[in-house]
């Protein structure tokens, strides 16, 4: 028995490139998703400024796309991929993905920002939370059992490279159960460009169901 080896030799994979511009799009993906504004029904906090806006530019509008790259199967594989989130407000809440925790929820993940600025906004369910701002060049860890979502600050799509377990999983719902994650990233008073961290005031803590 090969200690460099799985039982079944065919269930090595073909090693693979991708060609990843700092626009997000990914050239050898194999899998990719949109989320739109009208996907994003309940997200925001400002519930009048979201139907405002979805009224005003439309359901269908992108707000953020995702594309990946899966190679093999099984312990040890991983998702390789892109985030593209385009800039904007809701009221004044930035632009945001819906967020999540690791099914697996020991499970971490690591973010590379190419192009835009953001904020990575991370809780956990025992009530730490941490903001850790996003660049070109810029690599966010963040460990397993964190809850994490993108946020783009900026006026440019924030395009971040992701990596992680294919065995992680997602749980979106931890985060709509709490109403939203600890903190709102909001325009910033007085700092035109600046964003700020204020308490989400429907946040009613995390719990697993």
Same mark, same amino acid.
């Given at each position: 028995?090969? =200690?460099?080896?799985? %039982?079944?030799?065919? &269930?090595?994979?073909?090693?693979?490139?991708?060609?990843? +511009? *700092?626009? /997000?799009?990914?050239?050898?993906?194999?899998?990719?998703?949109?989320?739109? =504004?009208?996907?994003? %029904?309940?997200?925001? &906090?400002?519930?009048?400024?979201?139907?405002?806006?979805? +009224? *005003?530019? /439309?359901?269908?509008?992108?707000?953020?796309?995702?594309?990946?790259?899966?190679?093999?199967?099984?312990?040890?594989?991983?998702?390789?991929?892109?985030?593209t989130v385009a800039p904007g407000r809701i009221g004044r809440e930035f632009a945001l993905t819906r967020g999540h925790i690791h099914r697996n929820a020991s499970r971490a993940e690591i973010y590379h920002c190419v192009a835009g600025r953001g904020v990575m906004l991370m809780d956990t369910v025992d009530g730490r939370s941490q903001a850790l701002e996003m660049s070109p060049?810029?690599?966010?860890?963040?460990?397993?059992?964190?809850?994490?979502?993108?946020?783009?600050?900026?006026?440019?799509?924030?395009?971040?490279?992701?990596?992680?377990?294919?065995?992680?999983?997602?749980?979106?719902?931890?985060?709509?159960?709490?109403?939203?994650?600890?903190?709102?990233?909001?325009?910033?008073?007085?700092?035109?460009?600046?964003?700020?961290?204020?308490?989400?005031?429907?946040?009613?803590?995390?719990?697993?169901?």
């Open positions: 028995m090969s =200690l460099y080896l799985p %039982a079944d030799p065919d &269930q090595v994979a073909t090693p693979t490139a991708v060609v990843i +511009a *700092a626009t /997000g799009a990914m050239t050898g993906r194999n899998g990719e998703y949109d989320k739109t =504004l009208g996907d994003l %029904a309940g997200v925001y &906090q400002d519930e009048a400024a979201y139907r405002a806006e979805v +009224a *005003a530019v /439309g359901g269908d509008t992108l707000v953020y796309r995702v594309e990946e790259n899966r190679v093999g199967s099984g312990p040890g594989a991983l998702v390789l991929g892109t985030s060049g810029v690599a966010v860890h963040v460990p397993g059992y964190w809850i994490h979502r993108s946020v783009n600050t900026g006026p440019e799509p924030l395009v971040t490279v992701f990596c992680y377990d294919q065995d992680a999983g997602q749980d979106y719902a931890v985060i709509e159960r709490a109403g939203g994650m600890s903190q709102l990233v909001v325009v910033a008073d007085g700092q035109p460009g600046g964003y700020q961290l204020v308490p989400n005031p429907n946040h009613s803590g995390y719990s697993e169901r």
